[in-house]
């Protein structure tokens, strides 16, 4: 299986999912579906992301009652297979409801949605949805969140940190870290984080906003063609 | 049947810019007093079941699940009789 398979879920209120899904199959050229909330089967995608949007309409909070839809049964359980997951904006919030990435994102400090394009300092690129980055790279990808702002205890903000899954910060353009450049209050300036095992990644950036030449940047391919060269690898390895 | 009444708010290490702006407006109406402002959210539900032991256990079942987490949130609640 040189070439993944991607699912992308759809939610009622998901509205980058469209955005995932040309960026996946138009100008990567990938395998892509979508999977509806209601469907009990990831048609056999070796990667699922969960995209941005509001789904449920945020009700009660960000990413709540999504957790308990029909297809994220089987998201989870295929996460705790090892399965890869990408959740994008709303997806992380998801992904932080369903337990399967840790801490939690509250209101903007700013109590602003905040749309914009930022600065992300790529923290580790060893990992198979930072391969095709440098570490210390500052990547331009935008925001578009209310409800942004990462918190999690002082302990598992510790273990994040010394377990490098700290993936991208919000940063100044010459990639230096500073309260300036955090655009929601997020603890450690933090704007990505994969899980301790490597196969669940949840981010609020949205780099399928920032994979179209035709948009002026092209920074978020970067993580998508990572993920896409790690399956290659992968299997180069098993071959060996 | 009963009648679940569930506050949930933010935990107190958690910062709450929402109450502190509300907090703000207060104080520009002259009300001084008001020393601090934590916003929250209050649900109603009405719960079938034969015993308020049965029904508290429902309510709290329900935080626990679905209407408070855990990681930012905490929750007080009070069971009647309708």
């Known amino acids: 299986m040189t070439k993944p398979k991607f699912g992308v879920v759809v939610f009622p209120g998901s509205n980058c999912d469209h955005d995932a899904y040309y960026v996946l199959k138009h100008i990567l050229h990938q395998d892509t579906e979508f999977l509806w909330h209601k469907d009990s089967s990831l ?23 999504a957790q308990f839809s029909p ?20 997806g992380f919030q998801i992904l932080c409801e369903a337990g399967l990435l840790q801490g939690v994102l509250l209101r903007n400090e700013g109590l602003k949605f905040v749309c914009k394009v930022v600065n992300l300092l790529v923290e580790n690129a060893d990992t198979r949805f930072t391969s095709q980055c440098q570490s210390g790279e500052v990547l331009r990808i935008p925001i ?8 999690a205890d ?7 940190e010394d377990n490098k899954q700290i993936l991208f910060r919000y940063c100044e353009r010459g990639g230096t870290i500073t309260k300036a450049s955090n655009p929601n209050g997020s603890c450690n300036n933090i704007a990505g984080i994969i899980n301790e095992a490597g196969n669940i990644m949840g981010l ?17 391919q970067k993580i998508f063609s990572s993920l896409i060269e790690s399956f290659v690898v992968h299997e180069q390895l098993a071959d060996s | 049947m009963y009648l679940a009444k569930i506050i949930v708010t933010l935990r107190k290490s958690i ?23 934590r916003m929250g ?6 719960v079938n079941s034969s015993s308020k032991e049965e ?28």
């Open chain 1, 71 to 90: 297809v994220m049964k089987e998201v989870v359980s295929f996460a705790q297979q090892g399965g890869i997951v990408i959740g994008i904006c709303n």
């Open chain 2, 41 to 46: 959210k209050y649900v109603e539900m009405k």
């Open chain 2, 15 to 37: 910062l709450d810019p929402q109450g502190k702006a509300v907090h703000h407006a207060l104080d520009s109406l002259g009300m001084n007093a008001v020393s601090e402002v």
């Open chain 1, 204 to 220: 609020m950036p949205h780099p399928e906003r920032a994979a179209d030449t035709v948009l002026g940047y092209t920074d978020g």
């Open chain 1, 154 to 160: 002082d302990e598992t903000l510790q273990r994040l």
């Open chain 1, 144 to 151: 578009a969140h209310g409800e942004g702002n990462y918190f």
């Open chain 1, 43 to 65: 048609q056999g995608s070796d990667v699922v992301i969960l995209p941005g949007g509001f789904s449920y309409g945020d009700y009660l909070r960000c990413g709540a009652i």
């Open chain 2, 55 to 82: 029904a508290e256990s429902v309510t709290e079942n329900a935080c626990r699940k679905l209407l408070a987490n855990p990681v930012m949130e905490d929750f007080l609640y009070s069971v009647e009789k309708l």
